[in-house]
Nanobody, 112 residues
Framework: QVQLVESGGGLVPPGGSLRLSCVASGFTFSRLTMNWYRQNPGKERELVAAISSTGGVLAYADSVKGRFTISRDNAKNMVYLQMNSLKPEDTAMYYC?????WGQGTQVTVSS
């Protein structure tokens, strides 16, 4: 059974940090580019960051460059998103994606 399970979301004040994690199972994780997306109700899903199968960073959204860092550990089937200097506009549901597989999302809320 294919699963992507995100964790690490929550409520954080502006300027704070969170680290999102995503654990994969049921497919060959090490062969896939992995992505973090985010979405708010009524808006399109936005690519936040992408990392190649071998750990090379492929892309960051302009809005998160210099603040977010994507990484992965193929031995653990994990992908991470370190989010620093968070802003209210970073508030969204964050999704882990690889190929056609999606997680259920973890909510990040940045508010004082």
């Amino acid at each position: 059974q294919v699963q992507l399970v995100e964790s690490g979301g929550g409520l954080v004040p502006p300027g704070g940090s969170l680290r999102l994690s995503c654990v994969a199972s049921g497919f060959t994780f090490s062969r896939l580019t992995m992505n973090w997306y985010r979405q708010n109700p009524g808006k399109e899903r936005e690519l936040v960051a992408a990392i190649s199968s071998t750990g090379g960073v492929l892309a960051y959204a302009d809005s998160v460059k210099g603040r977010f860092t994507i990484s992965r550990d193929n031995a653990k089937n994990m992908v991470y998103l370190q989010m620093n200097s968070l802003k209210p506009e970073d508030t969204a549901m964050y999704y882990c994606n690889g190929g056609r597989y999606w997680g259920q999302g973890t909510q990040v809320t940045v508010s004082s």
